[in-house]
């Protein structure tokens, strides 16, 4: 399973954009990247998922560049209430699917 | 919107005692998970299941655990004698199919192991 590095935290404000990045140096040629919100005490939540170039849905985008390297989950916008951890994940959409979680990135928008 | 249910939200037992922990996934859906997280820490993944048999599973995932899908909406983690370091928070998650990708995840029970 490819290795993912993303930052322990990051602060931001109501309003702003926010991006957080995931280096995946070792990402295999047939793994995804995708994207789970944590709120505390809660199960992770399905957010994006993409293999290359950039997807988007109603609630972010992901921009994975051409060498897939790393990715960039967008959040257009925040409000107080996307404070949450955001874990990158990589890896096949084989039969199996568990998903190997990291430590994750600990947003906190302030007002 | 369909969601993952698990019961009950907190247990507390005794060290050495046998707990199960109920879900019901998703209707439909054909790919079943446990995970764990211990506070503070990781989310841990546990065991896969599909088609009434273990998929995967993982190194904790040791003779102490068992799944099973008793009927055609339940399906349960069972730990035959806990220890202290069983208290976690265990989630459950449901797939829908071989083409999709996103787990839907319960709101977990959190063990509390004394």
């Known amino acids: 399973l490819a290795k993912t590095t993303q930052p322990i935290s990051m602060d931001s404000y109501e309003g702003q954009e926010v991006n957080i990045t995931c280096s995946h140096n070792n990402i295999a040629t047939n793994d995804y990247i995708t994207w789970y919100q944590q709120f505390p005490s809660q199960g992770p939540r399905f957010i994006i998922q993409g293999y290359k170039t950039k997807v988007t849905n109603e609630v972010a985008s992901l921009f994975i560049p051409a060498d897939r390297k790393s990715s960039t989950l967008s959040l257009p916008r925040v409000s107080l209430s996307d404070t949450a951890v955001y874990y990158c994940l990589v890896g096949g959409n084989n039969a199996g699917n568990m998903l190997t979680f990291g430590g994750g990135t600990r947003l906190m928008v302030k007002p | 919107e369909p969601e993952v249910t698990q019961t009950p939200s907190h247990q507390v037992t005794q060290m050495g005692q046998e707990v199960i922990l109920r879900c019901v996934p998703i209707?439909?859906?054909?790919?079943f998970y446990w995970y764990r997280q211990i506070l503070g820490q990781k989310v841990e993944f546990l065991v896969s299941f599909y088609n009434n048999e273990i998929s995967e599973k993982s190194e904790i995932f040791d003779d102490q655990f068992s799944v099973e899908r008793p009927d055609g909406s339940n399906f349960t983690l069972k730990i035959r004698s806990t220890k202290l370091e069983d208290s976690a928070m265990y989630f459950c998650?449901?797939?829908?199919?071989?083409?999709?990708?996103?787990?839907?995840f319960g709101p977990g029970t959190r063990l509390t192991v004394t």
């Open positions: 998650a449901s797939r829908g199919g071989y083409a999709t990708y996103e787990q839907y």
């Open positions: 209707s439909n859906h054909l790919y």
